[in-house]
């Protein structure tokens, strides 16, 4: 249910509960203001990290962790939980654990939370989600020298935006890939993968994707 609809149930129940004196609705208006919560929690949580990637980008040092990003998360997940909203705690795990990797770079605490992540969106079949926790399991497999396992999860979380046809999101695994590759020693394939990462970005424009295939294919074209 949208969240304005939601809204205006809790509004009816409200003035039913007033007016009519009928107050057994009261309980199922909390609960939608509870899911209005954990969605808009997530969704303030996913900006601050938007944020915090711009500030990253545009000012080239170390971005400032805004704690607020975690506390939203959080709230959601122990929203989420109180109402058996089980997608939406697979969703949930999954921006915790990319607070603790991408901003904190703390892979112990964030692989447990990516692998619960994983293991949620599997057993409901949300294959977005999952290929969002399988591509950060990767990025931890990656920096640990797993390499193999990396590429295997980078393919599957492609594999997965291929078929919900989230083409950014394709482009950016097969950079992923990429760079993998390159630090195989797979000259030609890195340069394969980075090819299509920036004939699929420009076929979706998205234009961020294209600068970072250009930049994997420059390193690999100077043998970096």
Known sequence: MA???RLDRTEELYQRSVFCGDSRGLDEAGRLLDAV???LSLARGKLIHASFLEQRRSS??????DPGELQFFERAAELYESLDDVPGQGRAAFWIGCFYQVVLDDDAKAVSALERAAE???ET?????LSYALRHLAFADHKAGRLDSAKD???ESTRLRREAGFWPGVAANLIGLAYV???QGRKDEAIGFATQARAVARECGAGGMIAMADEVLGQVSAGE
Do not use: P
Request: no cysteine; net charge negative; aromatic share 4%.
């Open 3 to 5: 969240a304005d609809r």
């Open 37 to 39: 919560e954990a969605d």
């Open 60 to 65: 080239g040092a170390a971005a400032v962790a």
């Open 120 to 122: 949620l969106a599997t």
């Open 125 to 129: 079949g949300d294959n977005l989600t």
């Open 153 to 155: 999860k980078f393919s």
């Open 181 to 183: 590759s390159a630090e």
